[in-house]
């Protein structure tokens, strides 16, 4: 088992920044990948960011340039920056973990882009 908790989220003005934290605890020590999703209103839920076993980085492109993951070599921890926000990043923010073939995922951060 893996558990996982998201922290960071709020309400960011658009063209602000804001930094979500993901805590995990259990069984990480052969996590596969690890990232970030999201689920706007009336959207399915997608990819944000992830991170290879060997950290390296993947972004949806509507991010690319402006989000950044990064995370510690023992998993332990998975960081989103996010810069130059605008409306459309409004969402629900959620933490995932793959490990042994299973989907982990935290409950969630709301995360709101408004003036």
């Known amino acids: 088992q893996v558990q996982l908790v998201e922290s960071g989220g709020g309400l960011v003005q658009p063209g602000g920044s804001l930094k979500l934290t993901c805590a995990a605890s259990g069984n990480i020590l052969n996590v596969w990948l690890r990232g970030w999703f999201r689920q706007s209103p009336g959207k399915e839920r997608e990819m944000v960011a992830d991170l290879s076993p060997r950290n390296l980085p993947n972004y949806a492109p509507s991010v690319k340039g402006r989000f950044a993951i990064s995370g510690d070599n023992e998993n332990t921890v998975v960081y989103l920056h996010m810069n130059k926000m605008t409306s459309e990043d409004t969402g629900v923010y959620y933490c995932?973990?793959?490990?042994?073939?299973?989907?982990?995922w935290g409950r969630g951060t709301q995360v709101t882009v408004a003036s």
């Open positions: 995932n973990y793959q490990v042994g073939g299973v989907d982990y």
